[in-house]
């Protein structure tokens, strides 16, 4: 899914803008060709103005994005000398920070309890999408836009620790997030899917063991719903995991390595995900159950009209 993941947004990302480079062209053309109907010197003035407006619209957010003063990163670890201006630089950020209004940041210690309360609220974030992932891609069955749903749910999601983290984040910053998010959990080759399954299988255990319980005659229902809790269960452990990831980039002392940031990511992911199916799944089996009630509850109704 990984590797679906990068091929789908880079043949995404290369239409848009081939479509739009032939957009522009076209207009332009057109613009050109009308103005050279009034005179030929008024359509080179034309054709060479919009040439300068397009090129001043490229550059200068070019320019201003690398103008923009970097934001710190954290050090790898704390004997480098940049980790105590990073610490006061974090400390200064947090302290503007409205979820921490009040709090004593005096103190590394301080520190590092405002940086848990935030990795709580963080949590949050991280939990309620997966489930909502996990709900969603369980019911759509929709393979094809599958992997573009889970990607908007997954990207809006690291805007939203983003946003917690840095209130007002800068464009800078967020590249820097999103391409560090992308190569360490969503864009990884290296992520198989037999890792995949080795943490799904504990928390679809129970959720299986669940829907047997509440469909013990009915096999179709039962089959139908174990699909489609393996496919939620997939993509709410992909999207922990980078929302995890994107925590840790955002509210780190020091900076892991990108390997041991993505087994610890993986390992947290799994402990979390057990809830998220369980809960998921009960409210699939129950409103199949409703729904199944519902349908033979009116069948002898559609019967009588027939």
């Known amino acids: 899914m990984n590797k679906a993941f990068k091929r789908i947004a880079f043949f995404t990302i290369v239409l848009i803008l081939l479509f739009l480079v032939i957009f522009v062209i076209t207009q332009t053309s057109q613009v050109a060709e009308l103005a050279d109907k ?11 103005g919009l040439l300068v407006i397009y090129a001043v619209l490229i550059l200068f957010p070019v320019v201003l994005f690398l103008r923009l003063r970097r934001s710190p990163t954290p050090p790898k670890n704390e004997d480098d000398p940049k980790f105590t201006t990073y610490l006061e630089v974090l400390k200064r950020r947090l302290a ?91 864009l990884m080759d290296k992520i198989q899917d037999a890792d995949i399954s080795e943490q799904v299988t504990p928390a679809l255990s129970s959720a299986l063991g669940a829907l047997a319980d509440t469909f013990p005659q009915s096999q179709l229902a039962a089959s139908i719903l174990v699909n489609s809790v393996r496919t939620g269960t997939a993509n709410a452990l992909l999207t922990l995991r980078a929302g995890i990831i994107t925590r840790s980039y955002c509210g780190s002392l020091i900076l892991a390595e990108r390997s041991t940031l993505r087994r610890a990511a993986g390992a947290e992911a799994a402990k979390l995900l057990d809830s998220i199916v369980r809960q998921g799944t009960v409210r699939l089996s129950k409103a199949v159950s409703h729904a199944s009630k519902n349908r033979v509850g009116t069948a002898p109704e559609d019967s009588r009209l027939c």
């Not at 009034?38 to 060479?48: A, K, Q, R, T, Y």
């Not at 949590?123 to 992997?147: C, H, M, N, W, Y």
């Open 96 to 186: 503007s920070n409205p979820c921490l209004k009040g709090l004593d940041l005096s103190n590394r210690q301080e520190i590092e309890k405002a940086l848990t309360l935030m990795a709580q609220n963080a949590d949050e974030i991280i939990q309620r999408t997966a489930a909502t992932v996990f709900v969603s891609t369980a019911i759509s069955q929709t393979g094809r836009l599958e992997p573009f749903f889970v990607l908007s749910a997954q990207a809006r999601m690291v805007w939203q620790i983003a946003r917690l983290y840095y209130q007002r984040p800068m464009f800078r910053d967020l590249i820097r997030i999103y391409t560090n998010v992308a190569r360490t959990a969503l």
């Open 38 to 48: 009034v005179s030929p010197e008024f359509g080179h003035i034309v054709l060479w």
